[in-house]
């Protein structure tokens, strides 16, 4: 049958409880769909927060195994050799107070004594009796064979950088948690690096240090941390060069003095006493 409307026809309306029924349906299947993906959208959402705030805490973490306190004078000896010339040993005493600044004397070979580097936060000068004042310097220049100055100036990775944790590998038996870190302003050591650490023990143990281009510089392996100064610390730290393996240098973090140190180890001023 059809219904007469205005002066035409067209087929009735289907008003039966079916057909009713049956759009209900629908619109509450859709409206269902529509609420589970904004339910998924938040879970996602939540677990990336949750991921990234369990990786910058492992980092975090792994940087107090580097780190005797708050306020400390470390006594630093690298050891570098390439090929089969002899070893070379540069010593080093480096005043840390906070994250932000650290004052490193030159103290072996005695042609370096009187040379000193003082970084306040990102900034990195250099004092050369010579040259007779500081002289501003980057964080990711070379200091002594495999060792950047950064690598002795700065060590705040969990400040430097942003951290993803991108997986889980084991490393000569240890399992690790691998993750992705990417330098927050270009005024840092490295542009990127990829951390292994522990995931028993908060210790870092190997890491790829990396250019802005993506180019592999060098890689780091972590001794496992001793009980230094009442506190489990990291005490060696080797450097081999990505293209020449014989090119490697070791760190080697040696007595430790935890105390406060004055404001005015870390004034450029400071530095020209040392002359």
Request: with cysteine.
């Amino acid at each position: 049958m059809y219904e007469l409307l205005g002066g035409g026809l067209r087929p009735p309306s289907d008003t039966s409880p079916q057909t009713q029924d049956c759009a209900g349906e629908a619109h509450a299947r859709t409206t269902l769909s529509v609420f589970l993906f904004v339910v998924l959208l938040f879970v996602l959402a939540s677990a990336h927060s949750v991921g990234a705030g369990e990786a910058e805490e492992i980092v975090r973490r792994a940087d107090q195994v580097r780190r005797p306190g708050e306020s400390f004078v470390w006594k630093v000896t690298v050891t570098s050799a390439e090929g089969g010339k002899a070893p070379t040993a540069d010593g080093f005493e480096v005043f840390v107070k906070g994250t932000r600044r650290s004052f490193v004397k030159f103290v072996a070979p005695a042609r370096n004594v009187g040379r000193s580097l003082l970084a306040l936060d990102r900034d990195l000068w250099i004092y050369l009796p010579d040259a007779g004042r500081p002289v501003r310097i980057p964080l990711a220049q070379r200091l002594v064979g495999q060792v950047a100055n950064g690598d002795l100036a700065r060590v705040d990775y969990a400040g430097d950088y942003d951290v993803t944790l991108i997986g889980a590998e084991s490393v000569e038996g240890v399992p690790c948690h691998v993750l992705d870190l990417k330098a927050k302003t270009k005024d840092v050591t490295y542009a990127a690096i990829k951390y292994w650490v522990a995931r028993d023990e908060p210790r870092p143990v190997k890491a790829g240090f990396y250019a802005g281009t993506g180019t592999l510089l060098k890689t780091g392996s972590f001794d496992p941390p001793k009980d230094l100064g009442g506190r489990r610390l990291v005490t060696r730290l080797t450097f081999v060069d990505a293209i020449r393996k014989d090119r490697t240098s070791m760190m080697e973090f040696g007595e430790v003095k935890v105390r406060d140190l004055p404001d005015k180890y870390f004034d450029k001023n400071y530095m020209k006493t040392l002359d």
